[in-house]
């Protein structure tokens, strides 16, 4: 199971993306990097220390910073990283099923994906032109 849970890290943290340009995250991914929570819900039930995790995760994300953010998957820019470090921070200190813990992320990656709406000199909301 923990062999999985690292294998499971390694590919989603390397895979390589279609994207071109500037990242912004696309509900595909989010549903991708989700299901990686849920994963790491399971692997907190299984037994696996929440340090051992983490510092998995962060090795990880260190050795894909060696290849250009356009042939990542996720962890495009440190944005990235911060919100799936987060999160499974969050696996280990709120404990929640491994399925609530995956649709709480979705929800959270979602919300952040969407673009911000266009204001103008007063703050308010202006539409798209």
Not at 49 to 78: K, M, N, T
Request: hydrophobic share 45%.
């Amino acid at each position: 199971m923990l062999q999985r849970a690292v294998a499971i890290v390694v590919v989603i943290l390397g895979c390589a993306s279609s994207a071109v340009g500037a990242h912004e995250r696309n509900p595909a991914e989010c549903a991708e990097a989700g299901e990686f929570i849920e994963h790491a819900a399971l692997s907190r039930e299984a037994g696996v220390a929440r340090e051992y995790f983490l510092e998995r995760v962060r090795g990880d994300l260190e050795a894909i910073r060696a290849y250009p953010p356009a042939l990542r998957w996720f962890a495009q820019d440190s944005e990235d990283e911060i919100l799936l470090t987060r999160a499974v921070e969050t696996v280990f200190d709120l404990p929640l099923e491994p399925g609530a813990q995956r649709r709480k992320f979705l929800e959270q990656c979602l919300v952040s994906a969407m673009p911000a709406p266009l204001t103008d000199d007063v703050g308010s909301a202006s539409p798209a032109r």
